[in-house]
């Protein structure tokens, strides 16, 4: 990372923010700043101008500074021309929806920012996903293979990623929750159009264990998002929401807990009717099935 002193009131209040593990207030600032954006040379060709970009990892960023002295402090003095754009302008020409926007990359006020939350930002809304969800309802889909653990053999833990059930109540099918909760992957155990799902629904206690999975593809994407911890398989964004989504679901990331008692299993069916299907005995380790309920 570039030494770098911040050149005015702005920067020194982004570099507080992120000091003080603040993202709002950082993106706020953002909100209102007047971007710097690198251009080269022969980059307006029939009046389009064309975006500076940077690759952190695996994945292309659009370049962008908070002022024209960290700019050339950013690209070691790559670029003599530029162009201001604030960011509300920037979201309504976002150029390419796989790639990001990098702030300051290489400085100590960088972030990065997939494009719906560059869009989120210019709408006005900053809000992120909280470091640790407070205690609600938890949700975990169970890989179909998992299914027999469960029911069969009483097994009692959830590991991964998690989601609070009322940021995907409106995900009502199997096929919904597979296309929308990032289980779409090559090799994923969830067929595209499942027949039936079930879920595991249990009171999110202790939420040092739920971490957002702060991260990237690659080791150079992970160092370059804040308190980035996760390394994870594309389309992963490691910004705290689940890649891919119509919904903004905030996902969370535990390396394995135990389930309380009276920890719920629902079935899904195709057509999105949902039936309890069994319920957990903490005590004696073991799932009680209902009827109606198994699929």
Not at 15 to 20: P, R, V
Not at 78 to 100: C, D, H, T
Not at 150 to 169: E, I, K, N, S
Not at 198 to 206: A, K, T
Request: glycine share 8%; net charge negative.
């Amino acid at each position: 990372m570039v030494r770098y002193e911040p050149v005015d009131e702005t920067e020194s209040a982004m570099l507080a923010a992120l000091q003080h593990d603040d993202p709002a207030s950082y993106l706020r600032l953002l909100a209102d700043l007047d971007l710097v954006l690198p251009m080269a040379p022969g980059s307006v060709v029939n009046g389009q101008v064309a975006f500076a970009t940077v690759e952190l990892g695996e994945r292309t960023h659009v370049a962008a500074y908070s002022s024209a002295r960290a700019m050339a402090a950013g690209t070691g003095g790559g670029f003599e021309s530029y162009r201001k754009v604030r960011l509300a302008a920037l979201a309504e020409q976002w150029p390419n929806e796989r790639w990001w926007l990098a702030v300051d990359a290489g400085l100590p006020l960088a972030m990065n920012l997939a494009p719906r939350l560059v869009r989120q930002v210019a709408s006005g809304d900053f809000t992120v996903p909280a470091r640790r969800p407070t205690p609600a309802a938890m949700q975990k889909v169970v890989p179909p293979p998992m299914l027999p653990a469960y029911l069969d053999a009483g097994y009692g833990f959830v590991a991964g990623y998690v989601h609070r059930w009322q940021d995907t109540r409106s995900l009502r099918t199997p096929a919904d929750l597979v296309a929308n909760l990032g289980l779409a992957f090559p090799g994923s155990p969830f067929p595209a159009e499942p027949a039936e799902l079930h879920v595991i629904r249990w009171p999110g206690y202790c939420a040092d264990l739920y971490r957002v999975p702060y991260g990237g593809t690659d080791e150079a994407t992970v160092h370059a998002m804040p308190d980035g911890w996760v390394i994870e398989h594309p389309p992963f964004l490691g910004n705290g929401y689940v890649a891919d989504s119509r919904l903004a679901v905030p996902e969370y990331k535990v390396d394995s807990v135990r389930l309380p008692h009276h920890a719920e299993m629902w079935r899904i069916a195709a057509d999105g009717a949902q039936s309890l299907a069994a319920v957990y005995d903490a005590d004696l380790r073991t799932w009680h099935r209902k009827a109606g309920g198994e699929g």
